[in-house]
């Protein structure tokens, strides 16, 4: 665990003044004038899983239907908008099972299996999936190595039309496809494939991918579908040779080359997000060293973690250290990709975290949640508690579209805060949108060193603006704390599970909150622990009012005990403040039972929230609406009126 603070953390540690008086005690002041801002597309939104069990059609069936898994990806999809897009599930194919072939030899699959597991992925919780072509439902590709090329080619056709005709391309346009994972490790490269038989398996998924569809478009034309890969580790030549000799082939006829996103792995050795990127900027200088032709290439990291094994726990994964981790991870890309070096044509990176955790590492594996499989009840079920790295993604979602390069600001000697300005708005469209993050180092250290930084506001706001700050701290925001303090039970209690949900979100700073345009913050950190991390929102009065929650859902947990969620609109989520969750108890007698709010209280930055009533008697069973809060202190519209009745 992190030491605990050396100092109180008081509400007033962070402060916000609207003056310029301690502009003495300043490292670096910036204005917005001398900031180049340039277009931000949120590339960090890939999350990944492999899951537990036997790879076969069986073993991943029964994995991915699991109720645990399943409220776990459902956890990480209530996310806000855009904070997780895509997830990238191994061996998902295995979920397509064989039946027979038909009298032509051609296999034919039964997609029923694949087919719900999407619909629950793709259009309950809107997540796309990054469709890796790695698996052998029925052993179809081993018992018939001669004619790899041709199954291949008709497995990725059959699949996509399948799925074209189910879900239209159009609601396709976001998905991802990629080549076998790792194929010069034994463990992922069931198939055997030689060097030789994986580069015919490469051409012919390319090959499958460009026909699908083309019998069910209005042009009867197929759609271009870009493929990624090799999805490889690219140790020496000799123990990964086919890694290498796909990108020999691809420099040496870019016109044929079956990929059109150079996806690697690379990951830090001791939990440093400097380490990740270093390593990727190593690699891929090798790579173009050898093969310049693939400097054309966009380039992906879809692996981009911390450290290696996600299953080790490692107690930094735990607490605030691995959000404050993911965050540097993302703005030291940012400023790889602005340098111009072998970064530049970066398209995305992923976080390989949303595994799920197992006893009795609950918080220290690399996961966004901690599990608690409560094995006393009747049935078991499982709880999950939202770490700070789940948090810390809730947070880059409010970033703006457009960034200037991360800025470091003196702390002391040795340490320094990194500073990321985005903004939206302000180009003839409604409003202007200010989001800042600000970044302790990663490390904790036992001395806490005071941050002053002031912080000019050249918004050019005609209009009143309101600001609001979160933070991520040690112990405040720290679950895992709550949860060693209380002695690490297997099964915690509901007192302590309330207890750490209360703390799984970053705290809210309300200051003012209205100020005239032109005005300056300082930020005084002295009395945080480190590490921290900080989001500052400016919002003008004129950005788009926040719209009505959609599409709310409440799943049972438990017996009296239920998970609400539902969705953000993407246009006007940047000013919220909070939500509000409304209850009104089916009466026994007519109607006259009113409306609670059972989120009095709580902060909830994120569109969910998990209620179980206190006593023994009450009940879950009613109707549920939501509406949001902006830094304003204006609502939006109610949600739809959902009523739930526990079976």
């Given amino acids: 665990m992190l030491p605990p603070p050396t100092t109180p953390v008081l509400l007033w540690g962070l402060l916000l003044f609207l003056t310029a008086t301690l502009a003495r005690r300043v490292h670096a002041h910036y204005t917005s004038g001398d900031v180049v801002y340039h277009p931000l597309s949120h590339f960090w939104t890939g999350v990944g899983f492999c899951p537990a069990g036997d790879i076969d059609h069986k073993g991943i069936s029964a994995a991915l239907s699991a109720p645990e898994l399943q409220m776990n990806l459902r956890q990480i999809a209530a996310l806000p908008v855009g904070a997780v897009t895509h997830i990238r599930i191994h061996w998902l194919l295995e979920l397509v099972q064989f039946l027979q072939y038909d009298m032509s030899g051609v296999p034919q699959y039964d997609f029923g299996k694949f087919d719900n597991f999407i619909d629950f992925l793709h259009e309950e919780l809107r997540l796309s999936p990054v469709l890796e072509f790695m698996g052998n439902p029925g052993q179809v590709f081993t018992e018939n190595p001669q004619q790899i090329s041709f199954f291949w080619d008709h497995f990725v056709k059959t699949t996509l039309n399948h799925q074209i005709v189910r879900h239209g391309s159009a609601r396709m346009t976001n998905w991802r496809y990629e080549t076998w994972n790792e194929p010069d490790l034994r463990g992922y490269n069931t198939l055997n494939l030689t060097l030789d038989y994986y580069l015919e398996y490469v051409q012919a998924v390319r090959r499958g991918l460009s026909k699908a569809g083309g019998a069910h478009s209005h042009t009867n034309l197929p759609m271009y579908r870009a493929l990624r890969g090799p999805a490889g580790l690219f140790k020496n030549l000799n123990s990964h040779p086919r890694c290498w000799k796909l990108l020999q082939l691809c420099n040496q006829r870019m016109v044929h080359c079956p990929i059109d996103v150079l996806t690697f792995h690379r990951k830090g050795l001791n939990g440093s997000a400097v380490e990740v990127v270093n390593a990727s900027l190593s690699l891929l200088a090798k790579i173009y060293k050898e093969y310049p032709n693939l400097k054309q290439l966009p380039v992906a990291n879809d692996e981009a973690d911390p450290v290696a094994g996600w299953s080790t726990p490692r107690e930094f994964q735990a607490d605030v250290r691995y959000g404050v981790t993911l965050m540097s991870t993302v703005m030291q890309h940012w400023h790889a990709k602005l340098s111009g070096g072998p970064l530049s044509r970066l398209e995305s990176i992923s976080h390989d975290n949303a595994f799920l955790s197992y006893h009795p590492h609950e918080f220290t594996q690399r996961t966004l949640l901690a599990h608690f499989r409560m094995n006393e009840t009747n049935p078991p079920h499982s709880q999950f508690i939202q770490k700070p790295v789940y948090a810390a ?6 970033l703006g579209s ?32 200010m989001a800042t993050i600000f970044l302790s180092p990663e490390e904790a250290v036992p001395k806490i060193t005071a941050f002053h930084h002031k912080y000019t ?47 799984q979100t970053p705290r809210l700073y309300e200051t003012g909150p209205i100020w005239q345009y032109n005005s300056e913050l300082v930020i005084n950190s002295a009395s945080i622990p480190l590490p921290w991390a900080m989001l500052l929102r400016v919002c003008s009065a004129s950005w788009p009012k926040l719209k009505r929650p959609q599409q709310l859902s409440i799943v049972e947990v438990t017996h009296r005990e239920v998970f609400i969620s539902w969705r953000e609109h993407p246009k006007s989520m940047q000013c919220l403040k909070s939500y509000e969750v409304w209850f009104k108890q089916r009466g026994g007698q007519g109607s006259a039972a009113d409306w609670l709010m059972i989120s009095r209280d709580w902060h909830l930055p994120y569109p969910s929230f998990q209620y179980a009533p206190n006593g023994q008697t009450g009940s879950v069973n009613g109707f549920y609406k939501v509406r949001g809060v902006d830094v304003f202190n204006e609502t939006s519209p109610f949600s739809q009126i959902v009523e739930y009745l526990e079976l």
């Fill in 393 to 398: 993604l809730g947070m880059l979602a409010k």
């Fill in 457 to 503: 506001l050249n918004m050019s706001i005609a209009n009143e603006s309101a600001f609001i700050t979160e933070l991520l701290m040690p112990h405040n925001t720290d679950p895992y704390y709550l949860w060693t303090q209380a002695g690490s039970p297997a099964y915690p209690n509901a007192t302590l599970r309330e207890a750490m949900r209360r703390a």
């Fill in 402 to 433: 457009r960034a200037a390069d991360m800025e470091l600001v003196n702390m002391d000697t040795k340490h320094s805060v990194q500073v990321w300005r985005t903004v939206s708005g302000g180009m003839g469209g409604p409003g202007q949108y």
